[in-house]
T-cell receptor
């Protein structure tokens, strides 16, 4: 399967712990996006990379959140000192650089903070 | 700024009857518009996309959407609902001058009654 993959699919952690999620995009895609989806809501943009450069960050991305995309391939999203409000589905998507902008989504990582 | 309003949070139809899911958008630039579907415990799947080539867009599984600039609308339709269409549907707007980040509506939950 050559789609977008995310690991882990589920993560349960205690408040105050750090967590890290990984996203592997479609191999030839230059852009990689992170979104967060809470129950009953549409996904909200967090940040995106073009190759290894992080080009934009939402104000939703507090200083406890950090994302990297070393070498322009896979990406990691780390949340430090998790809070119960961080509980959500974290979605990764990738795309080519094009005016069409179609994004392909991974299955998501569901985070539960106890 | 871009935004999307999905006018109905829940739509219920009988199997074999038409489906209409309504979406209005706001965009200060020439937008790309998409409809994605999310089945329970599955990733977001692209149904169709509008990128200024044609105002009537055909997608997968018999879905269509019509872009109406004067009404800033992009409603999703299907002539005959099938049980497998039951899912959450998201209308999305993006602009190429902002890295194609996606702005999602809050979603419409479609129920199909046998």
């Amino acid at each position: 399967d050559t789609g977008v993959s995310q690991d882990p699919r589920h993560k349960i952690t205690k408040r105050g712990q750090n967590v890290t999620f990984r996203c592997d995009p479609i191999s030839e895609h230059n852009r990689l996006y992170w979104y967060r989806q809470t129950l009953g809501q549409g996904p909200e943009f967090l940040t995106y990379f073009q190759n290894e450069a992080q080009l934009e960050k939402s104000r939703l991305l507090s200083d406890r959140f950090s994302a990297e995309r070393p070498k322009g391939s896979f990406s990691t999203l780390e949340i430090q000192r998790t809070e119960q409000g961080d509980s959500a589905m974290y979605l990764c998507a990738s795309s080519l650089i094009s005016p069409l902008g179609e994004q392909f989504f991974g299955p998501g990582t569901r985070l539960t903070v106890l | 700024a871009q935004s999307v309003t999905q006018l109905d949070s829940h739509v219920s139809v009988s199997e074999g009857t038409p489906v209409l899911l309504r979406c209005n958008y706001s965009s200060s630039y020439s937008p790309s518009l998409f409809w994605y579907v999310q089945h329970p415990n599955k990733g977001l799947q692209l149904l169709l996309k509008y990128t200024s080539a044609a105002t009537l867009v055909k997608g997968i599984n018999g879905f269509e959407a019509e872009f109406k600039k004067s009404e800033t609308s992009f409603h999703l339709t299907k002539p005959s609902a099938h049980m497998s269409d039951a899912a959450e549907y998201f209308c999305v707007v993006s602009q190429s001058n902002t890295g194609n980040q996606f702005y999602f509506g809050t979603g419409t939950s479609l129920t199909v009654i046998p």
